[in-house]
């Protein structure tokens, strides 16, 4: 890989990025030393402005951020560095420097999932999810099979629209599902990585 170290007196930023999260962690500078030894011992390693000398994450806390891959951007001046964190990131115990959760998020859906959980919990009168859940287990599961039938009827025919909105009521129900039955996304996305690291 070649790196630009000229651009700021030896130094390039490095965007901490967790593997599977997709949260950035934080941000640092390595220099040609901190990112050898970086490589080396698979443990992140930068180049401490305040202190002058080279500084691995975690050699004091034990919060090491163990390196999985390195990317360099289009200049060659900056690095994407994923790992997998063993602990908070941020010297103040959080899991990012911005004191963010380091949780997965599926972005919209994960928005939906707190809708839905809300309705669960502060039931409105006026609210479709809040009378599903008032209905109970067996309804919210006759909606989903529902949902399924209309989705593969649609399926069958050429009308995208008509199957993309049927797609998106059996997701919305999916989802409805699940907070019934105590569980999120995250939950179903766990069992499928496990499958796919067998």
């Known amino acids: 890989m070649n790196i630009d170290f000229t651009k700021n007196n030896g130094l390039v930023p490095a965007i901490i990025q967790d593997i599977d999260t997709r949260k950035v962690l934080m941000l640092g500078y390595m220099n040609e030393e901190a990112y050898r030894q970086t490589i080396e011992t698979k443990k992140v390693t930068f180049f401490s402005r305040t202190k002058n000398r080279l500084w691995t994450k975690g050699e004091e806390s034990g919060n090491y951020l163990n390196l999985v891959d390195v990317k360099n951007d289009c200049d060659n001046d900056t690095l994407l560095v994923r790992v997998h964190p ?19 998020s599926y972005g919209f859906l994960s928005k939906l999932e707190e809708v839905i959980k809300d309705r669960k ?21 006759q909606k989903v099979g529902e949902e399924a039938v209309e989705t593969v009827i649609e399926a069958k025919d050429n009308n995208d629209e008509l199957f993309l909105n049927e797609c998106a009521d059996l997701l919305f129900h999916y989802l409805i599902l699940l907070q019934a039955k105590g569980f999120k996304l995250e939950d179903i996305a766990s069992v499928l990585r496990k499958r796919h690291n067998k």
């Open 121 to 141: 919990e502060n039931r409105s009168e006026k609210s479709y999810v809040s009378s599903l859940f008032k209905s109970g287990i067996n309804k919210i599961a």
């Open 86 to 104: 063993a602990g908070p990131t941020c010297h103040k115990g959080t899991d990012t420097c911005w004191g963010e959760q380091n949780i997965f």
